[in-house]
């Protein structure tokens, strides 16, 4: 994948409008998450166990347990268009030290890249019918007999699959609503530079992006001209050149964004950016005062657009993400950390981020969401472990 990195960066380019260098990372950090993966996979799954009766009380050593890990059979792996190369790898690399067969669902957009990647696999060598690439997400596959685990990283069609699925392990991310908690005591200018970058890289397609800003009345209006003043030095345009704002993944998901922004508009909130779109390009857009009637205090824009809402107090603000479904991950801005322990404690999500945004790598992190937001746990330990099956052998003795 290193060798081929160029092509399917440019796929990602074109298939996704994902910038330049962005996609060229995606790339290289997958290489990277396929070498960490066989090399944990080596140690956590080649070790297994043995147990002996008498450890147990009233039991003589009569007899010995082998434990060991075995394959579940064949992995459905089904990665979405804003990572169609990582989010595959992250399922394909621990399924197949493991021991497993697989079937790619490629995201429709995003199959050119996620078809390199396949091609890299085959010329790395991989036994010919071990991966394959699926069509359709439908019932066919993720009913079918033989598959025997569903890794699914996308939207809520993912709670669609997980009750239909049976009795196979499930592994779903469903999105997130991050919220980024500011409090009075926060570095201000740190908190701004990563509402920006945690707000917009990709366009704000991410599920770990930062989705609403809850900030402390007091320190409200510094934010917010920070947050701002970076907002206007972003780049729009075509991806091929590098910038930072690209278009949204389609028109419909364009027409939703402006759903959400035309709710907050009509419902008061104040625009520090002026709303501007053509065609599915949408320009960044910054929404201060936004209030809880507002559908964009609880959906995920998935596109360049950062609501804030002020409020009286920091517990206002955990009461309000522990309010929402969706609770992948969250961020808390202040310089006293026994505060921000406390804080990320009662946030009742996946992962809380101490001074910095929301985000998944390094790739070998936990990556889990609670509620909507998902089932099972990610990063490459979680995922390997997930994906065999304990097995095991008791010799009795005389
Ligand atoms: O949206 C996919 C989610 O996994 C985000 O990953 O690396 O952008 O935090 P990342």
New binding site residues.
Partial sequence: MRQHAQPIADSLVREVAKPAKQSLDEVV?SADLIDYTAEEGARALGAGELLTSDSFPGQTRNKLCLVSKVPLGVVLAIP?F??PV??AASKLAPALMAGNAVVLKPPSQGVVAGAHMMQCFAKAGLPKGLVNMGSEIGDYLTLHPLVSCISF?GGDTGIAIARRAGMVPLQM?L?GKDVCIVCSDADLDLAAKSILKGGF??SG?????VKLVLVVKEVADALAAKVAAGVAKLTVGDPKDDVDITPVISDSSADFIEGLVEDARAKGAKFLTPYRREGNLIWPTLLDHVTPEMRIAWEEPFGPVVPIMRVDSVDQAVAHCNANNLA??GCVFTRDVNRAIAISDAMETGTVQINAA????P?HFP?QGFRDSGIGS?GIRNSLAMMVKIKSTVINLD
């Fill in positions: 950090r979405p804003n990572y990582n989010l990283t991310e999105g890289s990709f397609q991410r599920c770990t992006a992948l991950q929301p985000a998944r790598g790739d990556f990610q």
